[in-house]
Nanobody, 131 residues
Framework: QVQLVESGGGLVQAGGSLRLSCVASGRTPGRYGMGWFRQAPGKEREFVAAIRWSGGMTYSADSAKGRFTISRDNANTVYLQMNSLKPEDTAVYYC?????????????????????????WGQGTQVTVSS
């Protein structure tokens, strides 16, 4: 059973930074793309960022570009560095992982998002940005 455990959420003032971490366990390390989604109160879940298994290519939502950076340092750990945080970034952030070991080279960003939505999800970590 694959498990994704997020950490690093918390309360921060606007303009501050947080670094989220996610560790995957329960399967042999392999070529699994991973990413982050978020859901704010009363709003639909939205894609934030994703990264290929190799770490060589990333995908980001417009709201994240220039402020958030996704990275990974091994097959099972992914990070989301969030800078210049805004109150509208307040949400539960979920780590997600592809359920299959596959290349994303031929996928569009929309297809990557769909792949992750159908993959494994963590329990989420709360990020609250005060004004």
């Amino acid at each position: 059973q694959v498990q994704l455990v997020e950490s690093g959420g918390g309360l921060v003032q606007a303009g501050g930074s947080l670094r989220l971490s996610c560790v995957a366990s329960g399967r042999t390390p392999g070529r699994y793309g991973m990413g982050w989604f978020r859901q704010a109160p009363g709003k639909e879940r939205e894609f934030v960022a994703a990264i290929r298994w190799s770490g060589g290519m990333t995908y980001s939502a417009d709201s994240a570009k220039g402020r958030f950076t996704i990275s990974r340092d091994n097959a099972n750990t992914v990070y989301l560095q969030m800078n210049s945080l805004k109150p509208e970034d307040t949400a539960v952030y979920y780590c997600v992982a592809d359920s299959l070991a596959r290349s994303w080279a031929a996928l569009t960003t929309a297809q990557v998002m769909a792949v992750l939505e159908g993959g494994y999800w963590g329990q989420g970590t709360q990020v609250t940005v005060s004004s």
